[in-house]
């Protein structure tokens, strides 16, 4: 390879450590001869027709980003355009790249002198970043550096995907101060945390913190009910009152509202239509679950003659742009180094 230009490209939804992930791969990249250039707001201007290289993307050098490690956040910010052909998912399960798009992005690369491409991102934006590699054959390589707090990615030796440790560390806080608050004021609160495919962040908050009760999608059937769901958390709230307790936190993972059904069916119980981001997924946050499960809660009690008081949190969006973790700080650095070791093995990832 004889000029060697590395292109950056960070996709899908914030998460503790990109940072660290940038700022090692730029450090190693420029101390093993290339030059670094980093693509603003993921693949949103590169697949598009008004991608304008001075604003849309940036140089990067070593004093950039030297102390970026520390921080929260993403320097290059961050989208959730992908190159996959959405149209085709409302029809068939198979996952199709978008060709004008795909072409679109191989041929502004090849313009710009990319040879190697690295992407930061989910799961749409390692089905993008293989599709570019496929497109564009021997004239690119990619690697690819997966990203969700989520931890719903399966890594060799159950490695967890980088961001998950910050966000259980600061998530378990809130979760602890909610249960002190709890027991404070005697009252229960229903709180909805991060987990489109998996319950790991709920779960392990739940564990860690100590929270009364956590529901995962993992523990629910396929086609359950807000009537099921319900059953569980009426369950507890009664359980504790015989303890003497009148106070609890119910943890809930979002994605328990896929449980209810798919998007036909959430918009036939919600009565409304449901938007989908970028990628085609339902935005959870547009499903109000714990509100229809403290709704079916409360009329259980109002038929018992009882007013039953419960307050809903919500725990997420302030978790994926956190400081990372000393944890997460070294683990993404050492993938921002080793990313820049694939490059240089001869093979195409």
């Known amino acids: 390879m004889a000029h060697k230009r590395l292109g950056i490209v960070v996709g899908g939804g914030p998460a503790p450590g990109i940072n660290a992930v940038i700022g090692a791969a730029v450090i190693e990249a420029i101390n093993r001869g290339f030059e670094v250039i980093g693509f603003y707001d993921g693949f949103k201007w590169l697949c598009s027709d008004n991608f304008d290289p001075p604003t849309h993307s940036v140089r990067l050098d070593i004093k950039r980003v030297a102390r970026i490690h520390f921080d929260g956040g993403s320097i290059l910010r961050i989208s959730r355009t992908n190159l996959l052909d959405n149209e085709s998912l409302k029809t068939s399960t198979v996952v199709k790249p978008d060709p004008y798009k795909v072409g679109l992005v191989v ?12 992407t930061i991102g989910g799961d749409d934006t390692a089905l993008s970043s293989r599709f570019i590699a496929e497109a564009a054959g021997d004239r690119l390589r990619t690697v690819h550096v997966p990203k969700t707090i989520d931890n719903d990615v399966p890594l060799p030796q159950n490695q967890a995907t980088f ?19 709890s027991q404070t004021t005697g009252r229960w609160y229903f709180v909805t945390a991060m987990g489109r495919s998996a319950g790991w962040l709920a779960m392990s908050m ?11 999608p993992e523990e629910f059937t396929e086609r ?30 979002e994605g328990l509202a896929y ?5 036909e069916e959430l918009e036939r119980l919600l009565g409304r239509s449901v938007p989908v981001d970028a990628a085609g997924h339902p935005r959870l946050a547009e499903v109000p679950l714990a509100e229809m499960l403290r709704q079916e809660v409360q ?17 997420g969006y302030e978790l994926r742009s956190a400081d990372p973790t ?7 650095r050492s993938l921002g180094y080793h990313s820049i ?9």
Do not use: W
């Open 107 to 118: 041929s502004r690369l090849r313009e710009l002198g990319i040879n190697c491409l690295l």
């Open 299 to 315: 009329a259980r009690f109002r038929a018992r003659g009882e007013n039953m008081p419960l307050v809903l949190h919500t725990i």
């Open 259 to 263: 449980r209810l059904g798919d998007r």
């Open 326 to 332: 000393p944890h997460d700080m070294a683990y993404c």
């Open 224 to 253: 359950s009910s807000v009537q099921r769901i319900a059953d569980v958390l009426e369950g507890a709230i009664i359980k504790r009152r015989v303890m003497g307790r009148p106070d609890g936190v119910a943890l809930i993972a």
């Open 341 to 349: 070791r694939l490059f240089e093995d001869g093979t195409r990832r």
């Open 163 to 181: 961001g998950f440790a910050t966000a259980l560390n600061y998530g378990t806080q809130l979760i602890k101060n909610l249960m002190q608050d």
């Open 206 to 216: 739940g564990i860690s913190a100590g929270a009364t009760v956590t529901l995962i």
